[in-house]
Structure formats: C-alpha cells, structure tokens
C-alpha cells in the first residue's frame, strides 16, 4: 500500500538508513529502492516491507496492539498487529513481500508479533 511518509532524518554515515514519519508512526528504516534524491522534511510517496535474514520469529499475542517497536539501537523491530494475506496492519500496512509468512495460513486474522531483522523502505 502505497503511503506518503515525511523524511525526518537521512544518516549521514549509512546512506541507506532513513527516518521515516507516517501519519505519526516514526521508524528507521532501510531504503531498498530509490529513484530520486530525497531531502529531510520533504514527503515522499513510499511502500514498506520487511526483511528477515534468518529464522522467523512470530508469536501469537492476546494484546490488541498495532505497532512498530525498535530493539534498542538495532535495525531490528517487533511488528505487532493482524496478520493479513501479503501483510501486517501494523497500524501501517507492512507487506510481506518475499512470502515469509505464506506457511502460516493458521494466522491469518490473528494478531501476532513478528521479529524482524529491518523495515524496508521503497520510494515511489
């Protein structure tokens, strides 16, 4: 889903790292594709997804929550939310886009935390 995000802060040392600003939803993310030179405070038309780099860690939770939570000073984030076919509502539509929870069909409408290694970002 297509979202407009505002660029709160570029890294000055990682050129991929963003701080991105959803409808008040704040997270750092890393840019997967951009097209075009982005500026800070500017709003730019982005998707966001998210990466995994070894085993998935998700659980179900009794919290009706919807949330992004950073761990510590990582890249890592809990995505909290209901799981959808291709997504998580995390308050923010978090696409799954490389099918990691298409061996889970069991979740689908359940909300669940999902362990992430990093948010991606893709400016459109």
Request: glycine letters at 6%; one cysteine or more.
């Amino acid at each position: 889903m297509k979202y407009f995000a505002k660029v709160k802060k570029l890294d000055e040392h990682l050129e991929e790292e963003v701080t991105l600003d959803i409808d008040g939803v704040v997270f750092t993310a890393f840019i997967d594709i951009c097209p075009y030179e982005i500026k800070e405070g500017q709003d730019y038309p982005v998707n966001i997804s998210f990466t995994i780099f070894n085993d998935l860690h998700i659980r179900l939770i009794e919290n009706r929550v919807k949330e992004l939570e950073r761990i510590q000073e990582s890249y890592r984030y809990l995505i909290r939310g209901i799981v959808r076919e291709g997504f998580v509502d995390a308050g923010l539509r978090v696409v799954d886009e490389e099918g990691y929870l298409d061996d889970y069909p069991e979740i689908i409408g359940e909300y669940a935390e999902i362990k992430v290694d990093r948010i991606g970002v893709e400016f459109l």
